[in-house]
């Protein structure tokens, strides 16, 4: 699990060439609270994407996903650490940073002491919890680390909550205007726009399998994916009768 | 154990009959009791030390007793059984399935030579209730799953259920055929016409015995009412209304009305875009036909009254635990997410399963439930893994025995989950094919949470989170139960005396 998270990051750090490596390094895979809530943003985004694929969406699922994200969203909003995803980015992130967030299931209690303070300040002790043995070094990495991984995405605002919003949900309207809440209007004649359907593939064949996951079975994650292949193929397939003509 | 306290104590006799009359004696004495063997040995000696300690501890003891459904693990979806119900008597037994399919399974009489073996449930009848349908306004599939069946009290001889998918409730009449006429005039035997020349004398057709035919017809459609996807129906106490809920509304439908259903319910924002709760699941009361309780993803539970109102959209009672803050995580909205709803028998309280517990609520008691019951809170650690591959979005039922002193649910690995609510025991059970042989006890089973594992345990790490038991069901008096796994339906009994 953390050779995984070790891994994805030097990919990115090659990729902007940033290097992070060093600091990394010293965290014994233990990722940080903030990363891993911005993994668990970026696994809700394309579950809702996903949403798009199915027959019809699971209402009640959706809604859950979506409160999931608010959530998130206004947390980072009050931390100070809200950022605008790239659009091109939207689809490649969650590959490269889909860790497991387990820490994110442990109560506020056991997280408290992880958490960034609204103030980035790095005063106050964290609980110890048992089994947590590197949380001094992830608490020393906490500030240098987000910091960085700020500056590794490249992003340019952090403020600006409401806009930031609507650009990550444009990537799943895909140009439509307006928020996720689309989602659930009774008819949504985005389902088929085939830009959609390539970028949520793109998301959806590959995540949602990471190392977090090895120990559990698969289970029904099949489905929806074979679904949107058979989509894929059919619309493959219209295209291909349309480019012809 | 006290005398008499026990069923199938006779404390005058000087002794009591155990589980199996020929071998248990269990001895009251004025130094206390004891349990004892007599007579033949029993088919393990397992079985007999469970039994043992079954009779001390009065703890039930289940017994497989059959399983339906294919063996072969490459069995099609469409076989996955959606739904488990028995009717008021205990009499049938029925399942819908993915593929649109009702199976009635019936009791054979009990045979007095066969005292030991209570009726099996066979094959009564099979049908498709549902096809798959497409939307074409939106262009998407309506499957033909079966959300859920409920029967109908039986009122003359045909027995009537609805069954629901996404879209659509059908009330079917099962009905039996078992004698037809014969003789017509006009028609001979094939059914052919006679030449009306050769007719020379009138006769009254007679009705013969025939071989048993059992016959499902739809009786009534119910559609175009829902625009969401239908979660739940429920019969009323008049029987002559039932309530069906979707995500967003509750429509109330008159039985012999098909073209009219009244809204009752209606959660549905005026901005879709202010959605955060949807109706996850809907009941009458059992006995006042005025009064019925839906559910939410929020874990709220609302009771209504139809008197107060022609929309129910302001509650008489409002059903919400508060949040426990030092528990409080991204997923805490997700499993406080209600998948089931059931009155008790008596109707004095609702029983809700949430993702890792199944609650009791009085009704007379809004601010928390009156007990709480953890059905594997060793899952709690792995939430973002279950959020990630979904797993934290199965709707688990649960149900009530005939006596609302049990409660039941299922869980992952083929297990399910019992808990008494007088002794606040509980056991962990598993359907499976190795646990098949008839009459053999079930075993405990445990699932280790951390440090050493025990021989029988199981660790979390090993279950199978696409073994999910959804859907059981509890026979209304007797303590015969029907668990779902997948494509199977497996039937336990109570051990018989």
């Given at each position: 699990?953390?050779?995984?998270?070790?891994?994805?990051?030097?990919?990115?750090?090659?990729?902007?060439?940033?290097?992070?490596?060093?600091?990394?390094?010293?965290?014994?895979?233990?990722?940080?609270?903030?990363?891993?809530?911005?993994?668990?943003?970026?696994?809700s985004?394309?579950?809702?994407?996903?949403?798009?694929m199915?027959?019809?969406?699971?209402?009640?699922?959706?809604?859950?996903?979506?409160?999931t994200?608010?959530?998130?969203?206004?947390e980072?909003?009050?931390?100070?650490?809200?950022r605008?995803?790239?659009?091109?980015?939207?689809?490649?992130?969650?590959?490269?940073?889909?860790?497991?967030?387990?820490?994110?299931?442990?109560?506020?209690?056991e997280?408290?002491?992880?958490?960034?303070?609204?103030?980035a300040?790095?005063?106050?002790?964290?609980?110890?919890?048992?089994?947590?043995?590197?949380?001094?070094s992830?608490?020393?990495?906490?500030?240098?680390?987000?910091?960085?991984?700020?500056v590794?995405?490249?992003?340019?605002?952090?403020?600006?909550?409401?806009?930031?919003?609507?650009?990550?949900?444009?990537?799943?309207?895909?140009?439509?205007?307006?928020?996720?809440e689309?989602?659930?209007?009774d008819?949504?004649?985005?389902?088929y726009?085939?830009?959609?359907?390539?970028?949520?593939?793109?998301?959806?064949?590959?995540?949602?399998?990471?190392?977090?996951?090895?120990?559990?079975?698969?289970?029904?994650?099949?489905p929806?994916?074979?679904?949107?292949?058979s989509?894929?193929?059919?619309?493959?397939?219209a295209?291909?009768i349309?480019?012809?003509? | 154990?006290?005398?008499?306290?026990?069923?199938?104590?006779?404390?005058?006799?000087?002794?009591?009959?155990?589980?199996?009359?020929?071998?248990?004696q269990?001895?009251?004495?004025?130094?206390?009791?004891?349990?004892?063997?007599?007579?033949?040995?029993?088919?393990?000696?397992?079985d007999?030390?469970?039994?043992g300690?079954?009779?001390?501890?009065?703890?039930?003891?289940?017994?497989?007793?059959?399983?339906?459904?294919?063996?072969e693990?490459?069995?099609?979806e469409?076989?996955?059984?959606?739904?488990?119900?028995?009717?008021?008597?205990?009499e049938?037994?029925?399942t819908g399935?993915?593929?649109?399919?009702?199976?009635?399974?019936?009791?054979?009489?009990?045979?007095?030579?066969?005292?030991?073996?209570?009726?099996?449930?066979?094959?009564?009848?099979?049908?498709?209730s549902?096809e798959?349908?497409?939307?074409?306004?939106?262009?998407?599939?309506i499957?033909?799953?079966?959300?859920?069946?409920?029967?109908?009290?039986?009122?003359?001889a045909?027995y009537?259920?609805?069954?629901?998918?996404?879209?659509?409730?059908?009330?079917?009449?099962?009905?039996?055929?078992?004698?037809?006429?014969?003789?017509?005039?006009?028609?001979?035997e094939?059914?052919?016409?006679?030449?009306?020349?050769t007719?020379?004398?009138?006769?009254?057709?007679?009705?013969?015995?025939?071989?048993?035919?059992?016959?499902?017809?739809?009786?009534?459609?119910?559609?175009n009412?829902?625009?969401?996807?239908?979660?739940?129906?429920?019969?009323?106490?008049?029987?002559?209304?039932?309530?069906?809920a979707?995500?967003?509304?509750?429509?109330?439908?008159?039985?012999?009305?098909?073209?009219?259903?009244?809204?009752?319910?209606?959660?549905?924002?005026?901005?879709?875009?202010?959605?955060?709760?949807?109706?996850?699941?809907?009941?009458?009361?059992?006995?006042?036909?005025?009064?019925?309780?839906?559910?939410?993803?929020?874990?709220?539970?609302?009771?209504?009254?139809?008197?107060a109102?022609?929309?129910?959209?302001?509650?008489?009672?409002?059903?919400?635990?508060?949040?426990?803050?030092?528990?409080?995580?991204?997923?805490?909205?997700?499993?406080?997410?209600?998948?089931?709803?059931?009155?008790s028998?008596s109707g004095r309280?609702?029983?809700?399963?949430d993702?890792?517990?199944?609650?009791?609520?009085?009704?007379?008691?809004?601010?928390?439930?009156?007990?709480?019951?953890?059905?594997?809170?060793?899952?709690?650690?792995?939430?973002?893994?279950?959020?990630?591959?979904?797993?934290?979005?199965d709707?688990?039922?649960?149900?009530?025995?005939?006596?609302?002193?049990?409660?039941?649910t299922?869980?992952?690995?083929n297990?399910?989950?019992?808990?008494?609510?007088?002794?606040?025991?509980?056991?962990?059970?598993?359907?499976?094919?190795e646990?098949?042989?008839p009459r053999?006890?079930?075993?405990?089973?445990?699932?280790?949470?951390?440090?050493?594992?025990?021989?029988?345990?199981?660790?979390v790490?090993?279950?199978?989170?696409?073994?999910?038991?959804?859907?059981?069901?509890?026979?209304?008096?007797?303590?015969?139960?029907?668990?779902?796994?997948?494509?199977?339906?497996?039937?336990?009994?109570?051990?018989?005396?």
């Amino acid at each position: 699990m953390g050779t995984m998270f070790a891994r994805g990051l030097k990919r990115k750090s090659a990729e902007d060439g940033e290097d992070v490596e060093g600091g990394l390094a010293g965290a014994q895979a233990m990722p940080s609270y903030s990363l891993q809530r911005q993994s668990l943003l970026d696994m809700s985004l394309v579950k809702l994407q996903l949403c798009h694929m199915l027959v019809e969406p699971n209402l009640c699922r959706s809604v859950l996903i979506a409160n999931t994200v608010r959530q998130i969203q206004e947390e980072m909003a009050q931390d100070g650490t809200w950022r605008v995803v790239a659009p091109q980015a939207a689809g490649r992130a969650p590959l490269d940073r889909l860790v497991s967030t387990d820490i994110l299931c442990r109560s506020v209690r056991e997280q408290e002491g992880e958490r960034p303070a609204p103030d980035a300040g790095d005063g106050h002790t964290p609980d110890l919890v048992p089994g947590l043995a590197t949380v001094p070094s992830a608490q020393a990495l906490r500030n240098p680390q987000s910091s960085l991984w700020e500056v590794d995405s490249s992003r340019e605002n952090r403020g600006g909550f409401q806009k930031s919003l609507d650009q990550i949900f444009e990537t799943l309207e895909n140009k439509t205007s307006g928020s996720v809440e689309e989602l659930f209007a009774d008819v949504d004649s985005s389902y088929y726009d085939l830009d959609a359907v390539l970028t949520g593939m793109v998301g959806s064949t590959q995540s949602g399998h990471g190392s977090g996951l090895q120990a559990f079975s698969p289970a029904t994650a099949a489905p929806p994916s074979s679904s949107c292949r058979s989509d894929l193929g059919e619309l493959d397939h219209a295209v291909e009768i349309l480019v012809e003509t | 154990m006290k005398r008499g306290s026990h069923p199938g104590c006779r404390p005058a006799l000087g002794c009591c009959q155990g589980p199996r009359r020929d071998q248990l004696q269990l001895l009251h004495s004025p130094r206390g009791s004891v349990v004892r063997w007599r007579g033949q040995s029993c088919d393990s000696q397992q079985d007999a030390l469970l039994a043992g300690i079954g009779v001390l501890t009065q703890d039930t003891l289940w017994c497989f007793s059959q399983v339906k459904g294919t063996i072969e693990i490459g069995a099609t979806e469409a076989d996955i059984i959606s739904t488990v119900e028995f009717n008021h008597t205990g009499e049938l037994l029925a399942t819908g399935d993915k593929g649109g399919r009702v199976v009635i399974f019936q009791r054979e009489q009990e045979s007095k030579n066969q005292v030991h073996r209570r009726g099996e449930y066979n094959v009564y009848s099979t049908f498709q209730s549902h096809e798959p349908e497409f939307d074409y306004l939106k262009s998407l599939e309506i499957e033909e799953k079966i959300n859920k069946i409920r029967w109908l009290p039986q009122q003359n001889a045909a027995y009537f259920l609805l069954s629901t998918n996404d879209k659509t409730v059908k009330l079917w009449k099962v009905s039996e055929r078992d004698k037809r006429p014969e003789g017509y005039n006009l028609k001979d035997e094939e059914g052919r016409l006679r030449d009306p020349a050769t007719i020379t004398t009138l006769r009254v057709p007679v009705l013969r015995p025939m071989d048993l035919m059992v016959e499902a017809t739809p009786r009534r459609v119910f559609a175009n009412a829902h625009t969401y996807h239908i979660n739940s129906i429920s019969v009323n106490s008049d029987y002559e209304t039932y309530m069906s809920a979707d995500d967003l509304r509750i429509n109330l439908w008159n039985f012999e009305i098909t073209n009219q259903s009244f809204n009752i319910v209606d959660i549905k924002p005026a901005n879709m875009e202010e959605l955060t709760e949807v109706i996850t699941a809907a009941e009458f009361h059992p006995h006042h036909c005025n009064s019925f309780v839906y559910s939410s993803s929020k874990g709220t539970i609302r009771l209504c009254d139809m008197r107060a109102s022609a929309l129910c959209d302001r509650h008489s009672k409002f059903f919400e635990e508060p949040e426990d803050p030092s528990n409080r995580s991204f997923f805490s909205e997700i499993i406080s997410s209600i998948s089931d709803v059931k009155f008790s028998h008596s109707g004095r309280y609702i029983m809700t399963r949430d993702y890792l517990t199944v609650k009791v609520w009085d009704l007379n008691m809004e601010n928390r439930p009156i007990e709480t019951y953890q059905v594997h809170d060793y899952l709690r650690s792995k939430l973002c893994s279950l959020y990630e591959n979904d797993c934290i979005f199965d709707k688990f039922e649960c149900v009530w025995n005939g006596s609302d002193s049990v409660i039941m649910t299922g869980s992952y690995n083929n297990f399910f989950r019992m808990f008494d609510r007088n002794t606040k025991r509980d056991v962990t059970l598993e359907a499976s094919r190795e646990n098949s042989k008839p009459r053999a006890i079930l075993k405990p089973r445990k699932v280790c949470v951390g440090g050493k594992r025990r021989k029988d345990e199981i660790s979390v790490d090993s279950l199978d989170f696409s073994k999910k038991i959804l859907h059981t069901a509890w026979h209304p008096s007797e303590n015969i139960i029907a668990v779902a796994a997948t494509n199977n339906l497996y039937i336990f009994q109570d051990k018989v005396n």
